[in-house]
């Protein structure tokens, strides 16, 4: 063998995908700053292609069977996609009744006022077991922490509202789970992540805590306030076990509720309210109560997504 022919079989081996490698290791750049292939990104835009069509096709699905009229329906099994001839009678007969209607509003009540009492709750204890020197701060903390390991049960629970007298009231759907433990150490984190030059600065003005909490802290604090706030209005409009374990009055239940009469009765509920009998499919009955349960938090969650990755990773990573 020459050292010709030697000589271009080692520059041969050095251009391979080995040297490939050293060439971006010696550029100092990770892998994942490296500019993607094509076929790396057409892989992943047909992944989200799929997941789309898997996640919309069931409420497309409530929306096309929710228009869909009787003899549709019956010709399609019970469900159509996308009814030739829509119709909005099931929409009409259930708001007509005043059953949904009622418990809609009931539900509304319940997040707006459930939600502002848990953020501002959430703040407040965030605030204080953030700062220093606060008194019994980390007692606080511990108890808030604990309720980690040692959830409570249903029966004390039960019977813990049934001692302060809150059965059957909208008060027993709000205040058993006023607050998170979880959101109140995502909301302090965040807090903690804060300069302590802020809090300085404004001590030095003559600014007291709340005026810090007000002026400095809580405008600092919308992402992680805006996501926080989200998971408190969801659990308020999905609130059911509660409803139905401390409600015994029909016209305070919640619209999760009558969702769950709609599902197992069908047409009784609106049959026995508007004394009717020609009314829509039970299919399409059940499924117009649920795009109205499912539309408010729809409607709310686009304006508040951009918060969510800088809320939720700012809050649990810092601090």
């Not at 009931?106 to 204080?128: D, E, K, N, R």
């Amino acid at each position: 063998m020459s050292q010709q022919t030697f000589a271009s079989r080692l520059r041969t081996a050095g251009s391979g995908p080995r040297a490939t490698a050293r060439g971006r290791a010696s550029s100092g750049r990770p892998p994942w700053m490296e500019r993607p292939h094509w076929y790396g990104q057409g892989a992943k835009a047909a992944a989200l292609v799929v997941l789309t069509v898997i996640v919309l096709y069931p409420f497309v699905l409530a929306i096309g069977t929710s228009l869909a009229g009787r003899e549709e329906l019956n010709a399609n099994g019970g469900y159509v996609l996308l009814p030739k001839h829509p119709t909005l009678e099931a929409y009409r007969v259930i708001l007509s009744g005043g059953v949904v209607t009622q418990a809609a509003v009931v539900s509304i009540f319940i997040t707006l006022i459930g939600t502002a009492l848990s953020l501002a709750c959430t703040v407040l204890i965030a605030y204080g077991t953030s700062r220093p020197g606060t008194v019994l701060g980390k007692p606080i903390l511990l108890l808030v922490l604990g309720t980690f390991l040692f959830a409570p049960g249903i029966i004390p629970t039960y019977l813990a509202v049934q001692q302060f007298q809150l059965l059957d009231t909208y008060a027993s759907l709000i205040l058993p789970v006023l607050l998170n433990a979880f959101n109140i150490v995502v909301v302090r984190s965040f807090f903690q992540s804060i300069p302590e030059e802020l809090y300085d600065a404004a001590r030095i003005d003559g600014a007291g805590e709340v005026t810090v909490l007000f002026r400095i802290v809580l405008p600092l604090s919308k992402a992680v306030l805006a996501v926080v706030g989200l998971f408190y209005a969801v659990g308020y409009w999905n609130s059911f076990f509660n409803a139905v374990l401390y409600l015994n009055d029909s016209g305070k239940f919640p619209i999760q509720v009558i969702l769950r009469s709609y599902v197992l009765n069908g047409q009784s509920i609106n049959a026995q309210a508007m004394g009717v009998h020609a009314i829509p499919p039970a299919t399409s009955l059940q499924m117009a109560v649920l795009i109205i349960a499912i539309v408010p938090i729809f409607c709310v969650y686009p304006f508040l997504q951009k918060f969510f990755v800088k809320g939720v990773l700012t809050g649990a990573i810092k601090g």
